[in-house]
């Protein structure tokens, strides 16, 4: 079905009718991303309608203020992160060691570039697509990205040297992966999105990797449902790490830190 390029309203309307919860901020910014180009407009919301994220059909989503380039197929930054971030620049000390572990996109280790003075900073990824992505993003800066399972590629040099390390793990259990919207169910990989029986299975061997990766004093960060914070605090602190829970109602967020003891 094509859609006039300069018919706002119907086009509005088209992607309210397609579920579209901000339909007037996606028609405007679907309209830029064609370039005037009706054809490339039609395409776009033809895309759009059959629920294809919008981030991937423009190429970018916004995080943290920061436009962060994201490809088909990567995971999408979502808002509530937001909080992760803010929870690691509130432990973080002067000149920190950095990893941004399960990093997607990179979009976490971008903003902490802007936001920390790191002596270094990497992200890590097992997807080879979420890596070729990350380093779009984070390779102007001189970030390394590691291909491979958690802290696996890393240097070994940085064992038992970081500072911090935060991770937006999947978390989501196996059996609620089915009833996730269809932009991430269909769209995203999903071996961001699936943590195991429980959702905590990712988490449980950050956790592990954290105790051996991270220096004496060090944090690690993640995100996690406020349902889940209680059983992942118990597995922190039986890996010797001291959780404390972040909650943010307004974001829907629920960060938890885990320092190792000094």
Known sequence: MATPSLDRPALVQRLRAAGCVYAED???????????????????????????????????AE????????????????????????????????????????????????????????????????????????????????????????????PARWRGRLDLV?????????????????????????VALDGGADGLAVLRRVAAGAAEWLAPGGHLVVEVSSGQAAALCAVLAGFGLVPTVRQDDDLEATAVTARRPG
Do not use: K, M
Request: aromatic share 4%; glycine share 8%; hydrophobic share 55%.
């Open 26 to 60: 996606e028609a405007e910014l679907l309209i830029a991303a064609a370039a005037g180009s009706a054809t490339a407009l039609t395409d776009l919301v033809d895309s759009r309608v059959a629920g294809r994220p919008l981030e991937h059909l423009l190429g970018w």
């Open 63 to 154: 995080f943290c203020g920061l436009r962060v380039a994201v490809t088909p197929g990567v995971f999408v930054p979502r808002g509530r992160t937001a909080l992760l971030v803010a929870a690691a620049v509130a432990v973080a000390g002067p000149a920190p060691a950095v990893l941004d572990l399960c990093c997607g996109s990179g979009a976490a280790a971008l903003v902490l570039h802007g936001r920390l003075a790191p002596r270094w900073l990497a992200a890590a990824d097992i997807d080879p697509a979420a890596v070729a992505c990350a380093r779009r993003n984070l390779d102007p800066l001189g970030v390394p990205v590691y291909q491979g399972d958690l802290f696996a590629p890393l």
């Open 166 to 190: 935060v991770a937006n793990a999947p978390y989501v259990p196996s059996d609620a992966v089915a009833l996730l919207p269809p932009e991430a169910r269909l769209h995203e990989a999903p």
